[in-house]
């Protein structure tokens, strides 16, 4: 794993509603789509950063932006999530340029097309390791510092797929959403009383590279632009809800409008409906 740090050489200024000690945020997958609207979001509001993501170039021109334009001290660690060492390394850079972490976006995160079986097993085991076991490690590594300051944010980039059935030809996307809520409700119940806040984000469509890398761009280019939302709407709703102590937040009176459909309909006709409306959107290996 690669690791480098980058900051400016003078402190940022002090904004007006500065009372607190500059709060630190680490984001995850912030070198694109929600991750980088939250990197810009965060910055916009006086937050300083670390930046993580593969992309070593492109985290390094989105840190050296955010200086610019917002005065903030953004870091870079370069890091594949997919390695099973990645967070420890990551805490250990962060330990060793004593940085405190007071928001942590879980947001890293991608789909595997086609069918279970049209992939090997080690395509999958990264995807769980990326999705499912980083975020919950990062969890534990960042937690306890949060919790001796009395002072902590954690967002769970989930999705409203972790809310509704599982659609077939992404076998494990729904799955590994459905344990970010579960996983944020349970540590929410747990540190509240701590100063600690979390949030599972349940997006639906959202703007961002996500569809290009799946390989569903033409299909979902065709869905009507009611169904989508930007990806700066979707992080302010995002920040807006883990301050006010929410637990999950479904992004969208769509969204909102369609988890609440499946809840009401008998199992058997919710996932006869979802395979359906599935080959709108999913495509084939």
Known sequence: ????????????P???????????????????????????????RGRDLVLTARREDRLHALAEELRAKHGVDARVIAADLAQADAPVRIARELARQALHVDLLVNNAGYGVPGDFLASDWR????????????????????????????YGRIVNVASLAGLIPG?????????????????SQSLALENRAAGVHVCALCPGFTYSEFHDVTGARAKVSNMP?????????????????????????????????????????????????????????????
């Not at 500065?18 to 979001?41: C, K, N, Q, W, Y």
């Not at 076998?171 to 344990?179: N, R, V």
Request: charged share 25%; net charge positive; aromatic share 6%.
């Open 14 to 44: 002090m904004r007006p509603d500065d009372h607190a000690p500059r709060r630190r945020a680490l984001v995850t997958g912030a070198s694109s789509g929600i991750g980088e609207a939250f990197a810009r979001e965060l910055a916009a």
């Open 225 to 285: 632009g009611w169904m989508w939302m930007r990806a700066g709407a979707v992080v302010r709703l995002g920040l807006d809800a883990v301050e006010r102590g929410r637990i999950v937040r479904v992004t969208g009176g769509v969204n909102r409008a369609v988890k609440t459909l499946f809840d009401l309909l008998p199992d058997g006709l919710a996932l006869r409906l979802i395979a359906r409306r599935a080959r709108q959107f999913r495509v084939d290996k």
């Open 1 to 12: 794993m690669m690791v480098n740090a980058k900051h400016s050489e003078s402190p940022a």
């Open 123 to 150: 395509t999958h085991e990264d995807f769980m390791r990326v999705l499912m076991v980083a975020p919950t490690q990062l969890c534990h590594l960042l937690l306890p510092g949060m919790r001796e300051r009395g």
């Open 167 to 183: 659609t077939p030809k992404h076998t494990l996307y729904a799955a590994a959403k459905s344990y970010l809520v579960r996983f």
